[in-house]
């Protein structure tokens, strides 16, 4: 039986482009409502929710666990040439974490 929760968190970038794996400085924390089971195998499912931004946030997730994961927008490319500087507006970002 798959267990599920939701939830949406309001995000911005407002530092450069992370590109070094393992660094989760500038990511935030989202907690879950109610832990999941202890050894549950939990996965998060992210999508912005709006469009408050001419480039695609990249959303990128680390470190989830059963009392929740971190998030960070991470803004890569403005178009097929150019490297952003991975600041971005404000967008909001819904999430469904459930177990496998």
Do not use: C, Y
């Amino acid at each position: 039986m798959s267990l599920i929760q939701t939830g949406k968190i309001d995000l911005n970038s407002t530092d450069a482009v992370e590109t070094t794996a393992g660094e989760t400085a500038t990511f935030t924390r989202v907690t879950f409502p109610t832990p999941f089971p202890e050894g549950a195998e939990v996965v998060v499912l992210p999508l912005t929710q709006t469009f408050n931004g001419p480039q695609t946030p990249g959303i990128r997730i680390h470190d989830v666990n059963r009392e929740g994961f971190l998030i960070r927008l991470n803004e890569v490319f403005i178009d097929n040439n150019t490297q952003s500087d991975g600041k971005h507006n404000t967008e909001t970002i819904g999430w469904l974490a459930t177990t496998v």
